[in-house]
């Protein structure tokens, strides 16, 4: 089925571990996003791009890095996980007239 | 900066009811997207409705519509006839057009809709 995949679902890292999400889109939008979502918090931006090439920060960056690979993958990097950053993370894409497109969640525990 | 605000943590209406989801943001944006999303307890965000800042029209969708007043920068939800599965987080959210939404979605703190048998 045409969407956004990311893996894995679930995940449980040591503190200082770090750890790569994978996120990929077939719907051949330009725009890709990164989502972290915490109890009683919404969802809050963490990373984004607005276009192959470009990358940018949102509104909670710090402890992350991203790559956009190509036009199909944006990935979220965890060089050395800490316990605040045990939060649920979403990926998303979107076609720029303001359809967008969600991955399935996945669960981060660091212990 | 953009924020969008649900005063309401938790609602719970009775099957078959309506209930109305309050929203109200803060943009600067003369041009955007509202949206209502609903996630249920599988996490996947769903859309609900879609509202062009710019169409004076309320948007519908069968049993939910919205009641959007622009300068009161509301953006209610209303869900009719409940039903069971309708039951999950409901997250009103913005985005701005001029940019095509590419620096994505504000969302608001969400609220927890309850439907009783």
């Known amino acids: 089925n045409a969407g956004v995949t990311q893996t894995p679902k679930f995940q449980v890292l040591k503190t200082g571990q770090s750890m790569t999400l994978q996120c990929a889109q077939d719907?051949?939008?330009?725009?890709m996003y990164w989502y972290r979502q915490d109890p009683g918090m919404g969802l809050r931006l963490i990373y984004y791009?607005?276009?192959?090439?470009?990358?940018d920060k949102g509104e909670v960056p710090n402890g992350y890095n991203v790559s956009r690979l190509n036009k199909r993958e944006f990935s979220l990097r965890l060089e050395s996980a800490a316990p605040s950053q045990t939060s649920v993370y979403f990926c998303?894409?979107?076609?720029?007239?303001?359809?967008?497109?969600f991955g399935s969640g996945t669960r981060l525990t660091v212990v | 900066a953009q924020t969008v605000t649900q005063s309401q943590p938790e609602m719970s209406v009775q099957e078959a009811e309506t209930v109305t989801l309050s929203c109200t943001y803060d943009t600067s944006e003369s041009d955007y997207y509202l949206f209502w999303y609903k996630q249920p307890p599988s996490r996947q965000m769903i859309l609900v409705i879609r509202?062009?800042?710019?169409?004076?029209q309320n948007a519908t969708e069968n049993r939910f519509s919205v009641n959007f007043q622009k300068a009161a920068k509301s953006f209610s939800l209303k869900i009719s006839d409940s039903q069971l599965g309708d039951a999950a987080m409901y997250f009103c959210?913005?985005?701005?057009?001029?940019?095509?939404?590419?620096?994505?979605?504000?969302f608001g703190k969400g609220t927890h809709l309850i439907i009783q048998p």
């Open positions: 791009s607005a276009s192959e090439g470009t990358t």
């Open positions: 509202q062009e800042a710019y169409k004076q």
């Open positions: 998303a894409s979107s076609d720029g007239w303001g359809g967008y497109t």
């Open positions: 959210d913005d985005c701005r057009l001029s940019g095509g939404g590419a620096d994505g979605l504000t």
């Open positions: 719907m051949n939008h330009n725009s």
